[in-house]
């Protein structure tokens, strides 16, 4: 089970107290954009085995989304970040690096 804590309310709670909204940091196209562009965004998404960027919302608390930092083979949780920020922080980085997953 992971233990996520919130960024914007600083609850933490098991993760059937939030909500999976896939992954984070996507570049969203608009409707000037051509297929292969729109595809990209809507069917192919990283598949990384290790670290990995996602976004998740507090769905039984505050209700807002964020992103959280998690490696998908040992279900470690690097830290959780405001989804306002456009890059994960140099804090959350670090975490990474520190463990040898960079």
Same mark, same amino acid.
Do not use: S
């Given at each position: 089970m992971l233990?996520? *804590? %919130?960024p914007? %309310?600083g609850?933490s709670?098991e993760? *059937?107290?939030f909500?999976p909204?896939?992954?984070? @940091?996507?570049k =969203?196209?608009?409707p000037g +954009?051509?297929e ?6 809507l069917?192919?998404r !990283?598949? /990384? !085995?290790? /670290? @990995?960027?996602? =976004? $998740?919302? @507090? +769905?039984y608390?505050c209700? !807002? $989304?964020? @992103?959280?930092?998690?490696?998908t083979?040992t ?5 959780a970040?405001k989804?306002?920020?456009?890059a994960?922080p140099?804090e959350?980085?670090?975490r990474?690096? +520190? =463990?040898?997953k +960079?």
């Open positions: 233990l996520i *804590t %919130c914007y %309310c609850v709670g993760e *059937t107290e909500a909204g896939g992954e984070a @940091h996507l =969203r196209f608009g +954009a051509d292969g562009e729109f595809a990209g965004y069917f192919y !990283k598949n /990384p !085995k290790g /670290p @990995h960027f996602e =976004r $998740w919302r @507090h +769905a608390g209700g !807002k $989304w964020f @992103h959280v930092a998690r490696d083979v279900l470690e949780i690097y830290g970040y989804a306002t920020e456009t994960p140099q959350i980085l670090d990474i690096a +520190a =463990r040898g +960079a």
